[in-house]
């Protein structure tokens, strides 16, 4: 079992840029793929970014592509989600989660962990 904790969210102004960070504990993180969801009010979660276990591999939603950057650091037992660009539609919860196949996957049901969620506010 893995324990996952967000961080870095905040409000930005339209054009600003914040890092999400991901602590994890628990099993061996590079063992887990790990993904970054949102969730507006009154909307459901949607995938926003994933990464493979060694970090080779990376998937966005076409909404955050060229503007945000997931990576990992497996000696640290962190994933980031870089958001640069960032639009008031960026405003959400955002979780980190992990998935303990190795495989790039954009449906939430598909992952096994999921942190607290931390919340982002982008102001027009």
């Known amino acids: 079992q893995v324990q996952l904790v967000e961080s870095g969210g905040g409000l930005v102004q339209a054009g600003g840029s914040l890092r999400l960070s991901c602590a994890a504990s628990?099993?061996?993180?590079?063992?887990?793929?790990m993904g970054w969801f949102r969730q507006a009010p009154g909307k459901e979660r949607e995938f926003v970014a994933a990464?493979?276990?060694?970090?080779?591999?990376?998937s966005y939603a076409d909404s955050v592509k060229g503007r945000f950057t997931i990576s990992r650091d497996n000696a640290k037992n962190t994933v980031y989600l870089q958001m640069n660009n960032l639009k008031p539609e960026d405003t959400a919860v955002y979780y980190c989660?992990?998935?303990?196949?190795?495989?790039?996957?954009?449906?939430?049901?598909?992952?096994?962990?999921w942190g607290q969620g931390t919340q982002v506010t982008v102001s027009s």
């Open positions: 628990g099993r061996t993180f590079s063992w887990y793929a």
């Open positions: 989660a992990a998935s303990e196949t190795n495989m790039i996957l954009t449906t939430p049901r598909r992952y096994d962990y």
């Open positions: 990464i493979s276990w060694s970090g080779g591999s990376t």
